[in-house]
C-alpha cells in the first residue's frame, strides 16, 4: 500500500494517483482475506524530508495480525528501531541505501538481513537496460539495476521488492524478464511490484519469471480480484500457496 499524508494512493506507471482509503482498514480486510503480507510505503516522505510516522505502524500493528513492511524516509540505525518497536515485522529501504550503500551493512549487523528488505524502482531504457530510479521515481540514475541489486545482497539486504515503473497500475502483467533475471542469480526472495491485473499475472510471474511473492495494491483496493480466488486459482496451479 502506498502512503500519502496518511492516506492509501494508487497511481499508474508512479503518477496520477488516487484515494484508495484508510490504509489501517485495508491492511486489516486484506490480513482477514488471506493476504500473507502487506507492505506499506509512505511513496512522499524521501522527498519531502519527512519520516514514516511510527503512529501509522502502531496503528496497523493493533489491528493487522500478519507480517507486515513499512518504507518511506528510513535513513538509520534509530528510523529503523522506531519502526521496529511500533510493530513493523520488517523495513524497507530504498533511496537513503542508493545513497550510502553501507546503509543496508550496518542495518543488517544491527536487526538482520532478515528484516531489512531493499526497495528497488526500475525503467527500462531504450538500450532495453533497467536503470534504478530514486525518490519515488522522480530521479533517475545511472546505475543498473541488477548490479545494485547484487551488491545489496552482498552488503546484506535480505529481500528484493522489485517494482518496475513501466507496469506500475497498468494492470498489463508483471516485468518477467527484469524478475527472472534477479530470481534466477541472486539468494535471497525476489518480490515481484508493478502490472498485476489477472489471475493468470500471477501465474506468469511465479513460474516465468521465478519470483518468491508477487504485490499488487489497485486490483485489490477497487475489487477486481478477490485475494481468496487468487489463492484458489494458484493453488490449482500446482503453486505452493498458504491457505486463505
Same mark, same amino acid.
Given at each position: ?134 525518490? $519515488? /521515481? ?7 539495476? =541488477?548490479?545494485? *541489486?547484487?551488491?545489496?545482497?552482498? &552488503?546484506? %539486504? ?37 502490472? $498485476? /491485473? ?7 510471474? =511465479?513460474?516465468? *519469471?521465478?519470483?518468491?511473492?508477487? &504485490?499488487? %495494491? ?27
Amino acid at each position: 500500500m502506498d502512503i500519502k499524508d496518511g492516506r492509501t494512493v494508487k497511481g499508474t506507471n508512479f503518477v496520477d494517483l488516487r484515494d484508495a482509503g484508510d490504509p489501517v482498514e485495508l491492511g486489516a480486510l486484506y490480513a482477514q482475506q488471506g493476504a500473507d503480507e502487506l507492505v506499506f510505503l509512505d511513496i512522499t516522505a524521501t522527498i519531502e524530508k519527512r519520516k514514516t510516522l511510527a503512529e501509522l505502524v502502531r496503528r496497523i500493528a493493533k489491528h493487522v495480525n500478519i507480517p507486515f513492511t513499512v518504507g518511506g524516509g528510513v535513513s538509520s540505525i534509530e528510523d529503523v528501531k522506531v519502526l521496529l518497536d511500533n510493530g513493523a515485522d520488517k523495513i524497507s529501504v530504498n533511496t537513503a541505501a542508493f545513497k550510502h550503500p553501507q546503509l543496508i551493512n550496518d542495518l543488517a549487523n544491527e536487526f538482520g538481513s532478515q528484516c531489512i528488505v531493499l526497495a528497488i524502482d526500475a525503467k527500462k531504457e531504450d538500450a532495453g537496460e533497467w536503470f534504478v530510479y530514486l525518490n $519515488g /521515481g522522480r530521479t533517475k540514475t545511472n546505475t543498473i539495476c =541488477f548490479d545494485w *541489486a547484487k551488491h545489496a545482497v552482498m &552488503l546484506g %539486504a535480505g529481500e528484493i521488492l522489485l517494482t518496475s515503473m513501466d507496469h506500475d497500475g497498468t494492470k498489463q502483467g508483471f516485468a518477467l524478464d527484469i524478475t527472472k533475471q534477479l530470481a534466477g542469480n541472486l539468494t535471497v526472495p525476489i518480490i515481484a511490484s508493478g502490472g $498485476g /491485473g489477472t489471475m493468470e499475472h500471477f501465474k506468469d510471474v =511465479f513460474l516465468k *519469471a521465478g519470483a518468491d511473492a508477487a &504485490l499488487a %495494491a489497485s486490483i485489490f483496493h477497487f475489487k477486481e480480484l478477490e485475494i481468496p480466488e487468487l489463492k484458489r486459482y494458484l493453488l490449482k496451479q500446482n503453486l505452493p500457496v498458504r491457505k486463505s
